[in-house]
């Protein structure tokens, strides 16, 4: 390593990556607490009557689940494997929605074993799996909403036609389930608040028409895909302005007696994430600089692929930069994380970082493909 790497200068993230490396060998994902403390804080400051249940599947790390339990969250599971890390760590069931609308009757088995009694659905066939294998739960109507400019699509897999969710919820009841609900998701990282406008309005007109109809609706689920800011570049306080309309907005259309829920992923977790890569090999091919790294899209920048998400990627060198090419270890073509990054010069052993890495990449790393294990996780 060169020396000048590791000179005490430099902003307070990368004085930290330095005294990681001191201590553990990279690739590391650092997950920093006080990061999650403070995304919790910012979210129940701005949305201050919504009940935030942490979507796991963001980040299922025991101790990321522990520090949001410790600050009262509730929390949002789509499998049984989801439940049971959380519940193994002392969450009460009654602090659980089971958010998947198509569950496996296993699935659905153990939630009634383990009293998670709350859960979502979008069609009548899940309606009678519910009913038969888990009586008398309580359902919320997932309904299919616009996700116009988010970066993850959404409904183009869930939700019911907002038309028929009446007809679903009374079915509930004469199944002998309890309709408590409306939920949606405007899509993952949305900055498009007219999304959150438009469920909101579609999901009021739902509690209307089924209080004509006899049914009182007591859950507004608004479910995740409140926005961060992955490059320095992005706008700042882009949720502060989002929260505020969907908080106006609440207070508009729905009564006071309504719980209103939320189930937040990337928001709370994406921030705390900073991953720490080194460079394992460079060359010098089509006139450009190739710098290969210690972790790739198979492992901890899966979010590339699957979260359609840009990192920004950073170095602890500063001088004139060069048009880069990143790749991964593996020896696989499509593990290269970017064709066109403005990169200082770069030596074997060099750190390459991103920050806001700390939702969607962990999680969906492959174990051990091609030999290469994805980053240790440090909690801190
Ligand atoms: C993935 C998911 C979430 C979390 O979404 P974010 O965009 O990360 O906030 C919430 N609810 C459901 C049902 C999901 O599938």
Redesign the pocket.
Known sequence: MKRSEFSPNGSAVENLIRQTLKKHPSPIMLIRKNMLEKQYRRFRAFLPNITPYY?I??NPHPEVVKTFQRLGAHF?V?SASEMNTVLNLGVSPQKIIF??TIKSIEDIQAARKRHVTLM?FDNEPELYKIAKHAPGARVIV?IKVENAGSI?E?SLK?GADPEHAVFLLRKAKALGLSPEGV?F?V????VNVENYIHALEVSAAIFKEAKEEGLSLSILDI????PIRHADQDKHAIFETMARTIHSELSRLFDKKIKFIA?????LVGPAGVLITQVIGRTFRNNKNYYYLNDGIYADFSGIVFDHCKYELKTLRRGQRFLSTVAGPTCDSFDTISLSEELPELDVGSVVYAKNIG??SSASAVPGFNGFAPAKILVV
């Open positions: 979507a599947k963001a949002d789509a958010a998947n979502t997932r993850v959404l869930f939920s998701h899509g993952s990282q949305c479910g995740g895909g409140f189930e937040p992923g990337r928001f939702a969607y």
